[in-house]
């Protein structure tokens, strides 16, 4: 009788009931591996790019959990050891709290044929960067032939009248909230001044939304003015939009996605060739075109103009933020912005 692995204990317990029973053929293949991935266009590009050069590269084929970043920190904990998927994707805060929960295991970098392609610091001891995501300002032209350039004139006519607001359950939210709290005398553990001007401009602001509200209200008309990913903004331009992307006075924000091994996972070696199939320039050339609009990382990738970035090395003067002094406030950021100003 086959032995069960611990992830299919972990896994489908329930629906597997007399799991022992199972035939070896049921079992997962040594050639595979299963990854989380982010809902949506994340999930629909790689199952598309990336799990065919996976499969034709190594021969390994994937298995996509669709689960947002805190759902798979989350399911990791709750483990207790036990790797219910082999791969993260995460951003810095989750990656930050994931990292003090131990929920890595090594990167080895040498199993990476392709590390060499990435900027300085891009594989860590326990994670690979797989794309880059800008920030900033984005308007509707027609609206606003003179747009906005600083985030405090977001909250003055006749810009606030046609924003649309989000708040601090996305990386993207959370820190352009937190620039915007800078320039009003905050800091990135004070966001007090920017809760008052929140409060002060909630009577005219054009809409309150969760962060994938922006994009259809943008569309529809309904805002002409948020904050967002150059991701976004490339997406609805192919779609037809009217919107452009601005970087305010005080620099456009940057922060990394990453790719991690799960502690205690069972397939390390499909894992790592995941990794390098993903930072390969055959996989980040397809990734940055539309529909997915991702920013690649690999320097032998030549970028498109619709990125909004003309090299990656115009990422050293963006502005990025410490996740590790973030993470500690973060949650009560969210509950004081769904109690105060979504209500």
Known sequence: MPEISRRKLLQGAAALGAA??????MARASGSLAAAIY??????????????LLAENYGVDVDF???????QVTKARA??????????VLDPGPTAAAREADLFDPIDASMLSNAGNLPDGMISADAATVNVQVVGLCYNPTAFPEPPTRWEQLFESPYVERLGLTGFQTTFGTVSLIEMAKV?????????????????????VAAVTGPAGLPGLFQQGQIDLMYTNTNNVATLKKQGVDIEFMAPETGAITFSTSLHIVKGSENVEAAHQYIDTAISAAAQSQLMMPPYNMIPVNKQVELVDTLYIDSIDDLADMVVHDWNVINPQRAAWIERFNKEITK
């Open 20 to 25: 022992s029973a199972l035939p070896a053929s």
């Open 39 to 52: 809902p949506g266009t994340w999930d629909e590009a790689y199952r598309s790019v990336v799990a065919p």
């Open 65 to 71: 959990d669709p689960l947002w970043a805190v759902d």
């Open 79 to 88: 483990g207790r050891g036990i790797a219910p998927f082999d791969c993260f």
């Open 184 to 204: 009003f005398g905050g800091s990135d553990t004070d966001m007090e001044p920017i809760f008052a001007k929140l409060q002060e401009a909630l009577p005219k």
